[in-house]
Nanobody, 124 residues
Framework: QVQLVESGGGSVQTGGSLRLSCAAS????????MGWFRRAPGKEREFVAA????????NYEKSVKGRFTISRDNARNTLHLQMDSLKSDDTAVYYC?????????????????WGQGTQVTVSS
């Protein structure tokens, strides 16, 4: 059974930083791409970032590029999202997701398994 468990969310002031983690089990973690998505209050779920199976390729949503960094530790089956220069618009529940294959981009249907999410709240 695939399990993805996010952690690291919380409340932070504008301009602050948070580091999200996602612990994966029940899958061949090093064989699949991973991604982060988010859902803000009253909005649709949106893509945030993706990373290929080896970590050699990443992709970011335009509004987070240069502020967020996705990374992975295949030895520990863990995915990370470093979030810097946070803005109020970044307030959302953040979800990690496991891809169908070694490379994914930004479409939700490219991902097969999802975590329960972790809340990030950015206030001024």
């Amino acid at each position: 059974q695939v399990q993805l468990v996010e952690s690291g969310g919380g409340s932070v002031q504008t301009g602050g930083s948070l580091r999200l983690s996602c612990a994966a089990s029940g899958l061949s973690f090093s064989d699949v791409a991973m991604g982060w998505f988010r859902r803000a209050p009253g909005k649709e779920r949106e893509f945030v970032a993706a990373i290929n199976w080896s970590g050699s390729w990443t992709n970011y949503e335009k509004s987070v590029k240069g502020r967020f960094t996705i990374s992975r530790d295949n030895a520990r089956n863990t995915l990370h999202l470093q979030m810097d220069s946070l803005k109020s618009d970044d307030t959302a529940v953040y979800y990690c997701a496991a891809g169908r294959g070694p490379v994914t981009r930004s479409q939700a249907d490219e991902y097969t398994n999802w975590g329960q999410g972790t809340q990030v709240t950015v206030s001024s």
